[in-house]
Every structure is written in C-alpha cells, then in structure tokens.
C-alpha cells in the first residue's frame, strides 16, 4: 500500500462509502492507499551508504546527565533512531561515512509539492558542534525524486540542511523545516542549488516556475558525507503523519 504525503479529504457522501467499499474490496489498490506504511519497509538504503556507519533502532538516548524535562528523552515513546558516522573512514574523496535510512517503497510516485509539513526532533551534542566548527553540524531529510524538469533528466535528490539545533547535550524541540534551514537539488534542475540554497518556499516555487510536477521515489534521513557525527533522530513529520522510530520499528502517528 501507499503512504500519502498529503491526503484529500472527500466532500460527498457516497463517493466516501464508494471508496471505503473499493479499499474493503481490494485491500491492496489506490483507494486504500491513505493508510500509513507498514514498518518493515523502513531501514538503511544500502546503495546511498559510504563506509561502515551505523543507523540503528534503539532505546533512548536519556540525559545526560544534568538534563531534565523534554530534553532528557525522546519525544516519541521511548526509542530513536541512533546514527553514527566518521569524517574519514574510506579512502574516497571526500574521504567521508554517509548514511541514509528510509523508505524506498511507500512514497513512490507522491507529489514533492503536495508536502506541506515536515521536519524532527534531533539529539544533538556539545561535541557534534565542536566537530563541524561554524558549520552547522546537523543530519539532513533527502527525498530521492523525479524532477520532472525535462524528459532526459529522471533523477536528483532534494536535500533539507537544518539550523543549528537550539538544544545541545540532549533532545531538540521539533525543527521545522518548512520555516528554518535552508532546500537543494543536487543535480541543477531548478535555481535551488547547492551554491544556492532556498527556502521550502522558495524551493517550490522554483519547481512551478518552470513548470515541474516533481514525483517522489524515497524519503530518508541521514548524515554526511561531511563530519562525523554521533546522535539521533526521532519524530520524523511528514504532513498529517510523524513516524515515531522505535526499538522493534517505526510507528505511525497521526500529528497533532
């Protein structure tokens, strides 16, 4: 089944019942398909993985110690998803870890401009910071997707750079990434580049400005290939939906 980005909301009565009679029918068809995606699609996407970092569901992080309230635990449950990666572990240049854990199957062929909301919640630490210098050293969200610029160009990845998290030695409140932060496609295809980074809104609007309908193929979170970072990432929200990493998978909730 497939996960929705966005969901409609219907209008008429009878096409209501028509579409719940079609999914009661056909579990497996588009009319059911505003149900969230099952748990077992969710891991490390091997092909977008450099070295040996870890991306692992866990228990906690808690603390440290000295920290209380919601920055002393994760804000979903009582798990995360655990990340770990180097600054220089392979002899690639740049010599750099990068991993990506995601979803390749249920957010195939979604709509990149139906997302309205995203974002989540990092464990951050005071060493991290140290480690990337005056740069923000944050994980990203990266949605492998067709552009849909031109009919030769089928690929780029659309990458989200968060600011600097305002909590360190512990849990973040929910970083937004439709108002902070900064949007690129890493393969030109709109004025939202790497050396020009946009805002969400701005990162739309370059896609409607040459008129793109651009189609997702995965969504993930991850790190690098820049410095080394230790950590973890919960609360993943995607419109009406944050996906809560657990130790035994990843939960699906609706937002509040």
Known sequence: MKARLGVRQGTVLV??????????????SAAADNN????????VIARNTIGSPVAELRTGPFGPFGTTGT???PPYGRGSLGIEVANNSTTLVPPSEKVDFGNEVDFSGQQV???????????????NVAYGGATPNMPNIRFEIDPNVTATDDYSTLVWVPSASPVTNGWSPFIDATSTGYWYLTGNETTCTQAAQCTFAQLKASFTNVNARPTVYTVAVGKGRDFMWIGAIDGLRLNGYVYDFER???KVLRAK
């Open 15 to 28: 096409a209501t019942l028509l579409v719940a009679l079609i999914a009661a029918i056909l579990p497996g």
């Open 36 to 43: 969230p995606p099952h748990s077992d699609h969710w891991g």
């Open 71 to 73: 920055a002393a635990r």
């Open 113 to 127: 401009l139906r997302l309205r909301q995203v974002g989540f919640h990092v464990f951050q630490t005071a060493e």
């Open 248 to 250: 035994d998978g990843v």
